[in-house]
């Protein structure tokens, strides 16, 4: 008999464990990336340019070789997702979009169907052509005639039409209008909210990832710099707008660890990252304190001076 009890739950494995993960280029390295996305979550990966997030995509879907580290992927680890049958059968749960389009030019939307039945046994040409008309793609177009946006939305129809368990979109709201990027988040949205799903994302959109993102990942030269609760920063964080005597008389008040504290110059006072805006409020009412948004938080996380 099972020691447990009747309503006890069993975490389920997360779909993506990645665990000290390196890669070394000439000239940058994947420095011990850690980085896990459970089921129902949507992750936001975000760095600057050239922080490692591609080279961490293409590692988690087995693309390139690791030089160390583990990761596994739907429960395969990435070596062998690139090289066994157990592997392939992995990568048909594992809906990809790059920000480049990667069906063959001359052919025509509605002729990508056969081609994907071929490569993937749970193809669903129903939703296929559901997704085509939802996101008013002309299925007579040749896939070399469509436009950046419209590209993009094919490959996530096609990463939304496989049975896919996991998406992974590297830059895949990139070229769409903010109508069309509202449109990507609905369905990634509904794509989340099945059971046993989940998405990894990198942009640099960083109001997509507020609007949809459960937890943001920042990355930078190659080690994760914070992993963190969406909400922590939208809602708990704040930015203070201090003027000089403002900024010395917060740093001396302890309210702010000295470790913590982030800022950055201008000419008309100083922005100060406060870990929690309302408790900062309460201490002192007269410095006006805003939202944090993600993009505050990068700038002032690998931006800002430290004390
Ligand atoms: N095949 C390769 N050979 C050598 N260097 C590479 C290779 N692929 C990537 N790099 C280097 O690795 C670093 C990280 O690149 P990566 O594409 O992962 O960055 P990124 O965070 O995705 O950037 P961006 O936001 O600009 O897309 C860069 O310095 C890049 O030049």
Same mark, same amino acid.
């Given at each position: 008999?099972?020691?447990?009890?009747? !309503?006890?739950?069993?975490?389920?494995?997360?779909?993506?464990? &990645?665990?000290?993960?390196?890669? /070394?280029?000439?000239? +940058?390295?994947?420095?011990?990336? =850690?980085?896990?996305?459970?089921?129902?979550?949507?992750?936001?990966?975000?760095?600057?340019?050239?922080? %490692?997030?591609?080279?961490?995509? $293409?590692?988690?879907?087995?693309?390139?070789?690791?030089?160390?580290?583990? &990761?596994?992927?739907? %429960?395969? =680890?990435? /070596?062998?997702?690139?090289?066994?049958?157990?592997?392939?059968?992995? $990568?048909?749960?594992? %809906?990809?979009?790059?920000?480049?389009?990667?069906?063959?030019?001359?052919?025509?939307?509605?002729?990508?169907?056969?081609?994907?039945? @071929?490569?993937?046994?749970?193809?669903?040409? /129903?939703?296929?052509?559901?997704?085509?008309?939802? +996101?008013?793609?002309?299925?007579?177009?040749?896939? $070399?005639?469509?436009? @950046? *946006?419209? *590209?993009?939305?094919?490959?996530? #129809?096609?990463?939304?039409?496989?049975?896919?368990?996991?998406?992974?979109?590297?830059?895949?709201?990139?070229?769409?209008?903010?109508?069309?990027?509202?449109?990507?988040?609905?369905?990634? @949205?509904?794509?989340?909210?099945?059971? *046993?799903?989940?998405?990894?994302?990198?942009?640099?959109?960083?109001?997509?990832?507020?609007?949809?993102?459960?937890?943001?990942?920042?990355?930078?030269?190659?080690?994760?710099?914070? !992993?963190?609760?969406?909400?922590?920063?939208?809602?708990?964080?704040?930015?203070?707008?201090? @003027?000089?005597?403002?900024?010395?008389?917060? #740093?001396?008040? *302890?309210?702010?660890?000295?470790?913590?504290?982030?800022?950055?110059?201008?000419?008309? %006072?100083?922005?100060?990252?406060?870990?929690?805006?309302?408790?900062?409020?309460?201490? +002192?009412?007269?410095?006006?304190?805003?939202?944090?948004?993600? =993009?505050?938080?990068?700038?002032?996380?690998?931006?800002?001076?430290?004390?």
């Amino acid at each position: 008999m099972s020691s447990m009890a009747p !309503n006890s739950t069993i975490a389920a494995a997360p779909l993506i464990e &990645a665990h000290g993960i390196t890669k /070394h280029y000439d000239g +940058f390295s994947l420095d011990g990336v =850690d980085l896990t996305v459970e089921e129902g979550e949507i992750v936001g990966f975000v760095g600057q340019n050239g922080a %490692g997030k591609s080279t961490t995509i $293409k590692a988690l879907l087995g693309l390139i070789e690791l030089d160390g580290g583990t &990761a596994r992927v739907l %429960g395969t =680890d990435v /070596h062998a997702l690139a090289h066994t049958s157990a592997g392939a059968s992995a $990568k048909e749960h594992i %809906g990809v979009v790059f920000d480049t389009v990667s069906v063959p030019g001359h052919l025509r939307i509605s002729e990508i169907g056969r081609m994907h039945a @071929r490569a993937f046994t749970g193809w669903s040409q /129903h939703t296929f052509d559901k997704l085509v008309r939802e +996101f008013g793609l002309e299925p007579t177009k040749p896939v $070399k005639d469509l436009s @950046r *946006g419209m *590209g993009m939305k094919l490959s996530l #129809a096609c990463a939304l039409s496989h049975g896919a368990r996991l998406l992974i979109l590297d830059e895949a709201t990139a070229g769409l209008d903010p109508m069309a990027r509202d449109e990507v988040l609905d369905r990634l @949205r509904e794509f989340v909210a099945a059971p *046993g799903h989940a998405v990894l994302m990198s942009s640099h959109i960083t109001s997509d990832l507020e609007k949809i993102a459960d937890r943001v990942v920042c990355i930078e030269n190659g080690r994760i710099v914070f !992993n963190l609760i969406k909400d922590e920063i939208t809602d708990e964080m704040g930015v203070a707008r201090c @003027r000089v005597a403002d900024f010395e008389a917060v #740093a001396a008040s *302890g309210i702010i660890p000295e470790r913590a504290i982030r800022y950055r110059k201008h000419d008309y %006072g100083i922005d100060l990252l406060v870990p929690d805006r309302f408790a900062f409020a309460e201490r +002192f009412p007269t410095i006006p304190v805003d939202h944090m948004t993600i =993009d505050d938080y990068l700038t002032l996380t690998l931006k800002g001076g430290v004390r």
